[in-house]
Structures are given as C-alpha cells and as structure tokens.
DNA sequence: CCTACCGATCGGTAGG
DNA sequence: CCTACCGATCGGTAGG
C-alpha cells in the first residue's frame, strides 16, 4: 500500500516536474508567453526556437508540430477546469457559494497560471481537427454544466429569475477581463481584485437600501 | 443656410454610402468578416481578396496595405465609442442610469456592429506604430472615463463601494461575452439579452429578500 | 482590374 | 542538437 502511494506520488512529481524542468516543458511554457503576445499565427518557430536557446530545427525533436504545442496548452487548461467543475458541482454547497467558488477558481487561474489560461481563451480557433471539434465540446459542456448549477439556485429560490447561459457567459468574460489587470501591474492585490470581481458579480453595483 | 445644409447632408450621406456601396467598403466589410473568424495574422489578402471577388493584387487599387485595413477597422470603431461616452457623460442622468447607458450601447454596438467591433476589441495588436500606440492611449483614456463615472457615483453614495477600475473591467469584458451569444443563434432575443446583462452587472445574481 | 513576378519567410525534413 | 535545405505561401510591386 505505501508501495503504491509511492509509485504514484512519483509518477505525479515526475509529471509536475517535466513542464518545470524538461526541455519540453521549457518549448511549452516559452511557446505559451508568445502566443499570448503575439498570437499563435503571428509567432513563427524560429521566433520560439530563439526564445528557447535553440535552433528551429532542434525544437521537432521534442514535439512534433506547431500544431502539437497548441494542443498541449488548450487540453492542459481544459483538464483543469473540468476537474475543478466536477469537484465542486459534487460538493454540497449552496448554489451562491458554487458559483462564488467557479469564480474564485477562474479568477486564480488567470493569475497563477496567465499565459496558459489565456492562450486556450483565445487562441483555440487555430486548433486543427479532430482537436478544434473535441475543444469545442468541452467548451460547451463546461457552460451547460455552469448554467445548470445557476438553474438549480433560481428553482430553489437563491437566485434572481435570469437567462443562465446568459449569466454564465457575462461571468466566464468578465474574469477574463484580469488580463488588463495582470498587465497594469497590480494597484490592488490579488486578493482585492478577487473580492471586488466577486462581489460584484454576485451583488451588483447598485448600493442596497 | 439651406444649401449648407444640403452640402453637410450630401456629404455625411457620401460617407455612409462609402462602406455599404463602394469597393473599398466591401473590401472592409469582408476584411471584418475573415479578421474575426480566422484572425489578422491568419487571414491572407488572397483569401480576402477571392471573397471579395477579385485578384490579390488589385486590392491594392483600393488599400494601401493589409495594416491600413486593420488601421480603418479599429479607429472607427474607436471613435463611435469615444463619441458616446462624451454624450452620455455629459448628459444629466445619474450615475446607475449612465453606466446602464453605457452597457446597452456597448451590447447593441456588439450586437449590430458585430465584425469591425469583435476585430477592433481582439487584434488591435497587429497595429503597427504609431497607429498601436494611439489606440492604447484611446483605450486606456476610455477606461479611465468610465472608471470616474463610477468614481463619481461612490462619492454621491449610488454606487456599492467597489474598486472602479476593476468594475470597468468586469463590465467591458463581461459585454465582449456577446460574441458567444452571436454564434449560438440566439436563443432570446436581443432585448432579453440586454436586459439580462443589465440587470447583472447592476443588481448581481443574489436573490434579494 | 489583371498577369507575372519579387524577395522574404513560413513550417517542417534529411542526414549526420 | 546543428547545417542545409525543401516546397509553399506570404505581402506587395511593375507594367499594362
């Protein structure tokens, strides 16, 4: 039994640790910074080759296409937010402290894990297929799910009587607007932002009376 | 005083006729069109050009080059913004009902405007200079025009204390959602729709009791 | 508005 | 991991 735990907490650091330490992880975490600069058809490989140290032609020894690299940072970040979805529609909170937990979720990622996160935002359209298709329905799922947590609190009466796909995408878009945020370099932290995002998501602006 | 009159007509008239009848309108009404679905970068002016039924070469009877294109797109839809916000700034409502203002001008804007203002908000990065720099000045001057709006509704005691920058955000972007909206074939109508993110970002999705 | 074409650059491969 | 190189395609020009 530890035996296992073992084998397995191994085999989860050596996953960990190959985007942190391998040459693969170098291509994937430079390719991620680039394509958010500039866009994935604006960054050539040469471009990317330069940032990592090495020649164009070196980079296809460790993956094998432009294409590959996008793949890997959109399924990356699709898994993380799956994962989370589930575990938290799982739990038995109230639908305000669901929602509020989505967020908090949305709003970490776009800081701890930046480039990542918004490179599979915005630059999934250059998926080929079967890929494109196969993001797509994550995407959508992930939203059907998000609005089905927000149509249980309006039955059980927690929430106002809204469109909730409509509420889902103001939400996912309104924390993508961290971007700016990440970029202005931060007049409030990172906990105020939260809050703040939170709040008025969950509340509004108006000042109650 | 009746003549001058018929001149301005004609002219604004010319103008308006400019992108719906001429080449060079439908030049970048088509430009608008590929620059959303496959991005500034990834578009070629040979597909631009088959789409708007001529040689590649002949676009540059019309166009000076891809960059004045992407130039015309984002300045226009710059300006229709920046003269709205000075309208509804200067005007006399309060502070809920002018940022409401703001919000449905922006959804419609998104809505009947959808191309050139999806191009403008996305790939205003490929600009070159100096045209890169002003637009981020407009931007950014926009945003803190907002910003004091809210400003001014905290200090009069309308607004939830919040932090007004990140509030700009929020909504900016939560309006941006409406791209989504757009491809899904509109399940509400566009009024549902406005009234939806209004209420919001205004009141928050709490139940109040 | 077209034909013909330019130099530059692209993603990727061969071979070592 | 590099040198050398491929065919394809890019934005744009000349000349009519």
Redesign the interface.
């Known amino acids: 039994m530890q035996a296992l735990q073992a084998v397995l907490l191994s085999l989860s650091m050596a996953k960990a640790q190959r985007k942190k330490a391998s040459k693969k992880g170098l291509i994937l975490r430079k390719a991620s910074a680039m394509f958010r600069e ?5 960054t050539s490989m040469r471009d990317l080759a330069e940032a990592v140290g090495i020649e164009a032609a070196s980079l296809y020894n460790h993956i094998r296409s432009k294409n590959e690299i996008l793949e890997a940072i959109c399924f990356d970040v699709a898994n993380i937010f799956n994962t989370n979805i589930e575990m938290t529609d799982g739990s038995n909170l109230n639908t ?1 402290a669901k ?1 509020e937990s989505l967020l908090r979720f949305h709003i970490r990622q776009m800081i701890e894990n930046y480039e990542e996160v918004y490179v599979s935002d ?1 630059e999934w ?2 998926l080929d297929e079967p890929y494109l298709s196969n993001f797509q329905l994550q995407r959508r799922n992930y939203r059907k799910r998000f609005a089905s947590i ?1 149509e249980t ?1 309006i039955a059980r ?4 009587k ?2 909730a ?3 889902v ?10 971007e ?2 990440h970029r ?1 370099k931060a ?2 932290s990172a906990q ?2 939260e809050d ?2 939170v ?10 009376s």
Do not use: C, Y
């Open positions: 500039k866009g994935f058809a604006a305000i929602i915005r359209k250059h927000i609190g009466n927690e929430i106002r809204i469109d796909p409509t509420a995408l103001i939400m996912l878009h309104a924390v993508s607007g961290i700016s945020w202005s007049k409030i105020e932002l703040n995002m709040m008025i998501m969950t509340d509004g602006l108006r000042k109650q």
